[in-house]
């Protein structure tokens, strides 16, 4: 059974950076396109980055772009979230997530497994 834990979220002020981790504990990791989607206050969640199995290539969100890294490192079967220059406007409680697909990966439809959150709090 796949499950994924987030951690490192927090509160920061704007300017800042945080890093969040993705730990999953299911079989195969290398095996799934990995996604990161965020959920603000009263919006919809959606698509901030992500990575197919390999490392590459990486999409990301346009607000985001420049600013988040996306990364995995295989071997620790974890996807990492690099945040700089962190906006109030990224506040957000941010999810991971797998898929077997690499396609449509900005899609929440295209994902089948996802962790339970953490938050960021980024502070004027």
């Known amino acids: 059974q796949v499950q994924m834990i987030e951690y490192g979220g927090g509160l920061v002020q704007a300017g800042g950076s945080l890093n969040l981790s993705c730990v999953n504990s299911?079989?195969?990791?290398?095996?799934?396109?990995m996604g990161w989607f965020r959920q603000a206050p009263g919006k919809e969640r959606e698509f901030v980055a992500a990575?197919?199995?390999?490392?590459?290539?990486?999409y990301y969100a346009d607000s985001v772009n420049r600013r988040f890294t996306v990364s995995r490192d295989n071997t620790k079967d974890t996807v990492y979230l690099h945040m700089n220059s962190l906006k109030p406007e990224d506040t957000a409680v941010y999810y991971c997530?797998?898929?077997?697909?690499?396609?449509?990966?900005?899609?929440?439809?295209?994902?089948?497994?996802w962790g339970q959150g953490t938050q960021v709090t980024v502070s004027p």
């Open positions: 997530a797998t898929s077997l697909r690499y396609w449509d990966l900005d899609r929440e439809s295209t994902y089948d497994h």
């Open positions: 299911g079989p195969d990791f290398s095996g799934y396109a």
């Open positions: 990575i197919k199995r390999n490392g590459n290539p990486t």
